[in-house]
């Protein structure tokens, strides 16, 4: 019988070492602030800021939401995140950003400093040196599931579908290392044989975003499942991995909903902490 890796508990132990820094801080100093920018109204945005929001008042973090609209230029758009950047200790850019907006271009106006995503190329390049001040928070998440749940990486084969800049690379990256140890591959779209490196991996990190891409004939018994994936199809929001008959396979399934997805949030008030410290 597979135990499902709830996210809630894992956010609820962040949450309190993010609580005990900012119960450290001298009673006289200003209260911590972060801003976040939308750009348009599409609706799983708003939903995540929403819940960034909610998560800051919770935590009694000052929060900014300025909401863009959708046709904004390039050029005013890189303007409004250079002003915003003056006073606040961290910013966010919500994405996806409409088409004709470049999202590296877009990332990279945002001072390393206040990058709490940890997305800008000079942050993602870091997790390259063996101490990286920041991780994005989806890796973040993942790596803090990890370790609550007694999961050990070391030489395990850690297969993670998808190759995003934002999630699936720079998580591959970190459980390569040194620190963790795993044997990690990549499949992506390309990939032709993805069944065959599904079924050799002790754990499965999904982030394509295709509902259900992943039934039960995928794995072996005893295996690790992650989904992070997310898809809409009519209205309903599902996974990449089919949970149905997976409780006799899997050791441990972290599901969607309710698995990684609020860690992320919490991971990335954690990392305001380290930017602030």
């Given at each position: 019988?597979?135990q499902i890796?709830?996210g809630?508990?894992?956010?609820?132990?962040?949450?309190?070492?993010?609580?005990s820094?900012?119960?450290?801080?001298?009673?006289?100093?200003?209260?911590?602030?972060?801003?976040?920018?939308?750009?348009?109204?599409n609706?799983?945005?708003?939903l995540?800021v929403?819940?960034k929001k909610d998560?800051?008042?919770?935590?009694?973090?000052?929060?900014?939401?300025e909401?863009?609209?959708?046709?904004?230029?390039?050029i005013?758009?890189n303007?409004?995140?250079?002003?915003l950047?003056?006073n606040?200790?961290?910013?966010?850019v919500?994405?996806?950003l409409?088409d004709h907006?470049?999202v590296?271009?877009?990332i990279n106006?945002?001072?390393?400093?206040?990058d709490?995503d940890?997305?800008?190329?000079?942050?993602?390049g870091?997790l390259f040196?063996?101490?990286?001040?920041?991780l994005?928070?989806?890796?973040q998440?993942?790596?803090?599931?990890l370790?609550f749940?007694?999961?050990?990486?070391?030489d395990?084969?850690?297969?993670?579908?998808g190759r995003?800049?934002?999630?699936?690379?720079?998580?591959?990256?970190v459980?390569?290392s040194k620190?963790f140890?795993?044997?990690?591959?990549?499949?992506?779209?390309k990939?032709s044989?993805?069944?065959?490196f599904v079924?050799?991996?002790?754990?499965?990190?999904?982030?394509?975003?295709?509902a259900?891409?992943?039934d039960?004939?995928?794995?072996?018994p005893?295996c690790?499942?992650?989904?992070?994936?997310?898809s809409?199809?009519d209205?309903?929001t599902?996974?990449d991995?089919?949970p149905?008959?997976?409780?006799?396979?899997?050791?441990?399934?972290?599901?969607?909903?309710?698995?990684?997805?609020?860690?992320t949030?919490s991971?990335?008030?954690y990392n305001?902490?380290?930017?602030?410290s």
């Amino acid at each position: 019988m597979e135990q499902i890796l709830y996210g809630k508990p894992v956010a609820e132990f962040i949450d309190q070492k993010t609580l005990s820094f900012l119960n450290s801080l001298p009673k006289d100093k200003e209260k911590v602030h972060i801003t976040a920018i939308t750009v348009g109204d599409n609706p799983a945005s708003l939903l995540y800021v929403s819940r960034k929001k909610d998560k800051a008042v919770e935590l009694g973090i000052n929060f900014h939401w300025e909401k863009l609209n959708s046709d904004i230029s390039q050029i005013d758009l890189n303007k409004v995140i250079a002003k915003l950047s003056e006073n606040t200790d961290g910013l966010i850019v919500q994405l996806p950003l409409p088409d004709h907006l470049d999202v590296v271009e877009t990332i990279n106006q945002i001072p390393v400093e206040l990058d709490v995503d940890g997305l800008t190329t000079q942050n993602l390049g870091m997790l390259f040196s063996d101490d990286p001040i920041i991780l994005p928070a989806t890796t973040q998440a993942v790596l803090e599931m990890l370790s609550f749940y007694n999961i050990d990486t070391f030489d395990k084969n850690i297969v993670i579908a998808g190759r995003s800049r934002l999630v699936s690379a720079p998580l591959a990256r970190v459980l390569s290392s040194k620190q963790f140890n795993a044997n990690v591959t990549v499949i992506h779209s390309k990939t032709s044989n993805q069944k065959e490196f599904v079924l050799n991996s002790d754990i499965f990190i999904s982030a394509i975003g295709k509902a259900k891409m992943f039934d039960h004939s995928y794995f072996k018994p005893g295996c690790i499942v992650i989904d992070i994936g997310i898809s809409n199809v009519d209205g309903k929001t599902y996974g990449d991995i089919d949970p149905s008959n997976l409780d006799n396979i899997a050791k441990y399934r972290a599901p969607y909903p309710g698995g990684v997805g609020p860690i992320t949030v919490s991971a990335l008030f954690y990392n305001l902490t380290k930017l602030v410290s």
